[in-house]
Each structure stands twice: as structure tokens, then as C-alpha cells.
């Protein structure tokens, strides 16, 4: 079972380009989330989905979007990359909604220079 | 005042030793915590959950104090293998659900 896959695993990305993280789970989970994590901080919720078709903004939601189309996708977009956007993406799937155990993706290390 | 906040150490603890990491949140209406586990650019991992009655898993041991507002985690006869951080996650109700994840506690465990 693969759980949660994520795309790319690691990426430089000039500032101003538009980026894709794909982010696919194989566990029929309802539940999908974007993260990112820097250093000295939690990992903080970008954007987040309660079932297919839905979406909402998390804490860090600015200059990111995502779209839902299906219970397994769950891509996370930034139009145009700036170099605060450098971080560790972690997208994560829960089948019980916020209560309930978070299963992450290994992680995508985007650099934006 | 972060809503979820951890010493960020490191412990540096020789193998054998016991460690306790404590865990403070802010907002009272928080319902579910939990300790995860992330190894050195790796995701996190569930390591348990926190019981009101607290619980224990092998070495681990986690608790929860509601009046104080805290969580810990005690491990007992660290291994090599426990180096890690340590993430603290509450789960706030606010209508719906939203999870805060502390910093994280590093842990070096020594030979």
C-alpha cells in the first residue's frame, strides 16, 4: 500500500515560475491537507480539503491554491513562486475529518531562488 | 503566545536514560492531542495519542493535564533508534476541527 505519494520530491524553482506539487493517496481518505514546515516553526496549514469538491484556507494560505476533483488528487499550485515559498511541503490525509490520525506524504523540498 | 509550544532542546541523553518532554497550549478548547514522531527529513508519524486517563505504549508514556494545560511525553530506556523530534499536536474545536502542531523537541540519544 502506498499511502500518500508526493511529486516532486525535491525541486529548484526560479522566482516568478508557476509550480505544481502533486499529491495522490490511495486510502479512500475524505480528508486532504497541505503543510509546509520551516525551521523553528510547526508545520503550518496551507490549505485543506473536507471531501472531494471542497476546499478552504488554511493558516498560510496567500499566494497558494488547490483544487479537489477527485477523493485521491489533492494538487497544491503556486502561480508564482517568491522566494518565502522555500520550504518542506508535507500533504497528509485523515479519514476522520480533524480528530483523528494525519497521514503524511514523504515530502516535497521546494527552493525558490 | 504560540498555541502550542514546546522546548525545542535538544536532549542529549546517554542510551538507557529516561527523558520526559512537556507539551503547553493555550486554547481551552482543545479536545484531542497527540505525540508524533519525525525522523531527520523524514514526515511525521503518529506515536500515540494522549487519554484524558493518560496512556502507556512499551517505553512511552504520554499524559495530559487539562487544568494546567499541558501534555508530556516520558520515555523510559532510550534507544539510539528514539533520536528524533517529538511533535506535540492539539486539536482545537472551533466549529470544525484545526490541528496545531507545536515545533518540535529534538532528542539525540547517545551510545
Known amino acids: 500500500i502506498a499511502g500518500i505519494t508526493q511529486a516532486p520530491t525535491s525541486q529548484i524553482l526560479a522566482a516568478g515560475r508557476r509550480m505544481t506539487l502533486r499529491c495522490t493517496q490511495d486510502?479512500?481518505?475524505?480528508?486532504m491537507y497541505w503543510y509546509r514546515q520551516d525551521l523553528g516553526l510547526g508545520l503550518r496549514l496551507i490549505h485543506y480539503s473536507n471531501t472531494a469538491g471542497t476546499t478552504g484556507k488554511g493558516e498560510v494560505p496567500d499566494g497558494y491554491s488547490v483544487s479537489r476533483a477527485n477523493t485521491d488528487d489533492f494538487p497544491l499550485t503556486l502561480a508564482s513562486a517568491v522566494p518565502s515559498q522555500t520550504s518542506v511541503y508535507f500533504c497528509?490525509?485523515?479519514?476522520?475529518?480533524?480528530?483523528?490520525?494525519?497521514?503524511f506524504g514523504e515530502g516535497s523540498r521546494l527552493t525558490v531562488l | 503566545r504560540k498555541e502550542v509550544e514546546q522546548d525545542p532542546g535538544p536532549f542529549n541523553v546517554p542510551e538507557g536514560a529516561t527523558v520526559a518532554f512537556n507539551c503547553t497550549y493555550s486554547?481551552?478548547?482543545?479536545?484531542?492531542f497527540f505525540w508524533y514522531r519525525q525522523d531527520c527529513r523524514k514526515e511525521p508519524k503518529l506515536l500515540m495519542s494522549?487519554?484524558?486517563s493518560g496512556n502507556e505504549d512499551g517505553r512511552f508514556t504520554a499524559q495530559l493535564n487539562r487544568a494546567s494545560q499541558y501534555i508530556s511525553l516520558l520515555i523510559r530506556d532510550s534507544k539510539l533508534s528514539d533520536s528524533a523530534t517529538y511533535l506535540c499536536v492539539v486539536n482545537i474545536n472551533t466549529g470544525g476541527f484545526k490541528t496545531i502542531f507545536g515545533a518540535g523537541t529534538r532528542l539525540f540519544v547517545k551510545a
Open positions: 486554547n481551552s478548547a482543545s479536545q484531542s
Open positions: 494522549v487519554y484524558s
Open positions: 497528509a490525509s485523515s479519514d476522520k475529518g480533524g480528530t483523528g490520525e494525519l497521514f
Open positions: 486510502m479512500r481518505h475524505n480528508a
